[in-house]
Structures are given as structure tokens and as C-alpha cells.
């Protein structure tokens, strides 16, 4: 194993150019030697270097070549700590459907980072999508979860981009293999300002839940990760099934493509795949988090699952529900249009979003009964949303009892969110509060919920 990331010079800054300030050029490297591996001819090519296929002393592998301009631009640093954790990995096979790592490192001669990885023949899944015989998905989406667990649970590391390109089927079928550990990443880490993912996007859009794509994704929660890791075992498994790539269809021009993760609801169906898998898929793919965490675990995967057990008929009622909430919820925002200039669209956003996490929380808390939520749109640079309670007197909860929270633009200052909160009982007042500042969902999902509690005081108090 080589490893030279002790070079402070380099990994404490975010240039790696050569002393005249031309960027190496990694391309068309064939025939060259590259810390000892002579590189034969490139194999692939991915958004942050180029794979060629490599000799030394009589043994073969995939040489990863990194493009200097890539990690300049994601931070030194990083790189280097990335390339820590899947130089950690060398010594053995730790998985058969995991690719095994060899050695790695700076490559000096090229000012560049280096990985030298097992050469795993057969063919990437994403050239496979369409020509995919049904009778092999099911084997093969337990071996990816398979991996993908061992990856987690044993070794405490996300991979970050399951997809399609990072996988390779051998070529009878029989065998996948999951490549490209380049932005693995260490559980137990904590990001900046306490997101998953840190300040930049690192995954492939394509393939990454809402939560990841739209940065909504606030701290390390228990199972937070691994619901990450299932959506992408999903949106995989869904090319797999249905022949296609996920969105296809609503991801043209590229914007188009992060509203489809948001709002799109693939449809996921096949007479010729076991009913549990599509299942098994559909939760995967659910645009809530917890709610992929509650109806599916990586025991979906490792066993068949009958369709017929009154526990799994009620989550599939759930899963059913769940997905026609969605399907409602995005025709709704596509009828109503979300406004064009930038300061309606942050406002839009943040009403979207701070009213998802109310009704989860009010699903979730049992202080409070059932209620309905009725969205106003009272102009485009304001938004009130009702929650209209069930009478329920063992909560003190009489009839008429509803919460309304309004979101609008501040008039004098430009970049600042006026919030109101009113508790109606009988049409009556029982309790109001008003904040002007710049708000994250956060911040003023965090007022909302304590101005719901005490309401509840209050109205117990009575």
C-alpha cells in the first residue's frame, strides 16, 4: 500500500497546480507508468477522473487517476481524507460484492491522487438498463443491499452514489459488484453546520433522495444515512425493473430534474418481478425519510417477504397511501405554479417545507388529534396554512379549534420572512405571536411547534 498524504503543502490547500499554473492532464495516459502500474488503456470515465486498466509484476487492476481540476475544485483536504478511508479498506475482500481495494495514494509524477482497485470483469449496470433478463433482479438487488449493508453496518461507511455506472454485473448475471468508493463517508463524522452531507453536493442527483439533492437534511439522525442508502439502492433497482432510467421523462432541461425528485413519484411495476421487490422499491423511493425508514429495512431484502401476513398487508395499505399523498400533493403544486423571481421562489420553498414537518409533527406527537391541513395561497408573496383539529375532549380539543400559520415576504426588509401564528377556537382568538427575521425551516418550524404547545396550555387551562 502507498499512501503519501502527510504532504502538508498539499492537503491543507485547495490548489494542485504545477509551479508554471498549468493543470496536469490525466487523459491519454496509455502506455505511461504510474507508481510502478503500467496503465494499458482507459476503461471508464466518471465526473472526477479516469479508470484505466493496469499492470504490475504480472497482476492485473483498475487504476483510478484522479483530475487534478476535480479536487481542486471539491477541497484538497477532502480528497485526501476520502482517500484515508478507502486506503483503510486494503488488506483483504471484505464483501464478494464489494470491489477490493489495493493501494493508493499521490502520484507525484502527475501531481495528481492515484487508486488501485480490483479489475472486475463484466459489464456496468448502466449499460445493461433495457437488455436486464427479469429472472436475475432479484438475486442481484440482495447482493447490492448485501454490500451496501456490510458497507454500514459492519465498517461504519456510506457509500454516497449507488448507481447504476458504479456497479458492475458479471456476464451471466450471476454476480454484482459495487465500485467506486471515492466519496465514501465515515459515519461517525460530523459536517459542517450539522448536515449529512456537508455544504457541497457530492452524489449523483439522478439517484439521491430529496432530503440530499435539496439540502433540507438538518443533522445526523439515527438511521438518516441508511435512508439515504436505501433510496439509492432503489432508484437503481428501479432502472433494473422497469428497463428505463428513474425520471426519465421529467428531467429535461436539468431543473426540471430536482423538481422530479422532489415531487415525481415513479411509477414501479413488472409482471415478471416478485411483487415484494416492487414493494420493497416503492417504500424505498418514498420522498420522506422516515417514512422509507418505517416501511422498509435491510431484512426486505435478505428474505422474501409474504405478501399475505396481515403486518405486511397493513404496510403495504401504508405504502399505498403514502404514495397517492404524493401523486395529490404534486398535482397540486404543478396546478398552482410555483412564482418565478427569486425571492417568491425562497418563500415558496420554505412554506413547502416548514409545512411538511408541522403535519409530520402533529402525525407523530400524540398531543394533539387528527387534523386537516388547507393551503392558501393569499398572493405570491404570501402563504397561510390552516390545521383544522378533530374534536377529540379527551385532549381538550373542542369542536371549531384550528392553528394558522402564515409565511410572507417582509415589505421593508427585503431579505427578511414575517411568520404569524394565530390559535382559533370558535373563531375566537386564544393565543397569536408574529417574528420577522430570516428563517430557516429549522428556526421556524422550531416557533410554530412551541406556539402549538402552548396553545394546548392555554386552552387547557380554560
Known sequence: MLLTCDHSSRRNNNQWRRMDGVVTNVENLDGTEVQGWLLTKSIGRGADGIVYAGQKEGMEAAVKIFFPEALAKNGIPAAYDRMELQLSLVGKKHHPNLVEVFEGGEAAELETLFL????????????????????????????????????????????????????????????????????????????????????????????????????????????????????????????????????????????????????????????????????????????????????VSWENFSEQVSVTDTHQREKRIRLLQIRNEEIRQAAEKQAKKAPSPTREQELWKLNNELVLELRHYLQNTPVFPKCAVIENIVSAREYAA?????????????????FIVSLGADELLKQATKLSFRAMMGGKIVSAATWTEMFSVETAFTLCQQSFLDSVESMLAM
Open 386 to 402: 390552516h390545521f383544522q383539529f378533530e374534536s377529540d375532549l379527551a385532549k381538550g380539543f373542542q369542536l371549531n379549534i384550528e
Open 116 to 295: 488501485v482497485m480490483e479489475l472486475v470483469p463484466g459489464t456496468s449496470l448502466d449499460k445493461l438498463i433495457g437488455r436486464m433478463p427479469p429472472s436475475f433482479v432479484v438475486p442481484l438487488a440482495r447482493q447490492l443491499a448485501s454490500a451496501a449493508k456490510y458497507l454500514e453496518v459492519n465498517l461504519q461507511l456510506v457509500h454516497r452514489d449507488i448507481k447504476p455506472a458504479n456497479i458492475v454485473i458479471s456476464d451471466d448475471f450471476q454476480t454484482l459488484t459495487l465500485l467506486d468508493l471515492g466519496i465514501v463517508y465515515q459515519q461517525s463524522e460530523k459536517d459542517d453546520q450539522g448536515r449529512l452531507s456537508g455544504m457541497e453536493f457530492v452524489a449523483t442527483t439522478r439517484y439521491s433522495p430529496p432530503e440530499f439533492v435539496w439540502r433540507t437534511e438538518q443533522e445526523n439522525i439515527d438511521g438518516s444515512w441508511q435512508a439515504v442508502t436505501l433510496y439509492q439502492i432503489g432508484a437503481t433497482l428501479h432502472d433494473m425493473i422497469m428497463g428505463k432510467l428513474l425520471f426519465a421523462g421529467y428531467d429535461t432541461p436539468r431543473a426540471c430534474l430536482y423538481d422530479a425528485v422532489r415531487d415525481h413519484t415513479p411509477v414501479i411495476e413488472s409482471n415478471e418481478v416478485d411483487e415484494w421487490l416492487i414493494q420493497t422499491v416503492q417504500a424505498c423511493l418514498l420522498k420522506d425519510w422516515r417514512q422509507r425508514l418505517q416501511l
